[in-house]
T-cell receptor, first 113, second 111 residues
Framework: EAQVTQNPRYLITVTGKKLTVTCSQN?????MSWYRQDPGLGLRQIYY???????DKGDVPEGYKVSRKEKRNFPLILESPSPNQTSLYFC????????????FGPGTRLTVL | QQQVKQSPQSLIVQKGGISIINCAYE??????FPWYQQFPGKGPALLIA?????SEKKEGRFTISFNKSAKQFSLHIMDSQPGDSATYFC??????????FGTGTRLKVLA
């Protein structure tokens, strides 16, 4: 089944404790992206990757890191999480250019205490 | 200006009625306008999308109307059904892999 998977789905952590949210897709998509969803703010793009080893900042990259060492994986790293990073996070992937459908993962709900 | 303004925030429609959600943008570099549908507990899924070379696109009961001069686009859901109850997001992209999403509209269709 073609899909985007994220792990973990739920995470409660404390301020400053490094964490990684994994994202994997099995559709051989070149493009992958991370978003955060907050009430009243919609979806905001954190980072995106056009292909292996090529990443760029979205609108809200502060406090996040990403890497794209393999085509199928695009982990999101929070080096020192803070409470304002409490949010619902989505990973997405798509073919080639910007005009294609993005396929979203099921989401990761992160709470930083 | 990168913002995409979406309205209304919430919408209640009777079964069989027309649901209309509006979005407005400032950046004239945007040239791809998708709409995503999100059910509770799920990730967003593409519903329909339009490029600015056409003023309207229809797929089943869903229609995007696009007004390039006014920098506005809207989603019309004809014959709305309870199964359409979801949150809808408009988005815009300048074709550079960046996406700007609206703030979302929570639609409830009453049976």
């Amino acid at each position: 089944e073609a899909q985007v998977t994220q792990n973990p789905r739920y995470l409660i952590t404390v301020t400053g404790k490094k964490l990684t949210v994994t994202c994997s897709q099995n559709m051989n998509h070149e493009y992958m992206s991370w978003y955060r969803q907050d009430p009243g703010l919609g979806l905001r793009q954190i980072y995106y990757s056009m292909n292996v080893e090529v990443t760029d900042k979205g609108d809200v990259p502060e406090g996040y890191k990403v890497s794209r060492k393999e085509k199928r994986n695009f982990p999101l790293i929070l080096e020192s999480p803070s409470p304002n990073q409490t949010s619902l996070y989505f990973c997405a992937s798509s073919w080639g250019d910007s005009y294609n459908e993005q396929f979203f993962g099921p989401g990761t709900r992160l709470t930083v205490l | 200006q990168q913002q995409v303004k979406q309205s209304p925030q919430s919408l209640i429609v009777q079964k069989g009625g027309i649901s209309i959600i509006n979005c407005a943008y400032e950046n004239t570099a945007f040239d791809y306008f998708p709409w995503y549908q999100q059910f509770p507990g799920k990730g967003p899924a593409l519903l329909i999308a339009i490029r600015p070379d056409v003023s309207e696109k229809k797929e089943g009961r869903f229609t995007i109307s696009f007004n390039k001069s006014a920098k506005q686009f809207s989603l019309h859901i004809m014959d709305s059904q309870p199964g359409d109850s979801a949150t809808y997001f408009c988005a815009a992209s300048p074709g550079t892999y960046k996406y700007i999403f609206g703030t979302g509209t929570r639609l409830k269709v009453l049976a």
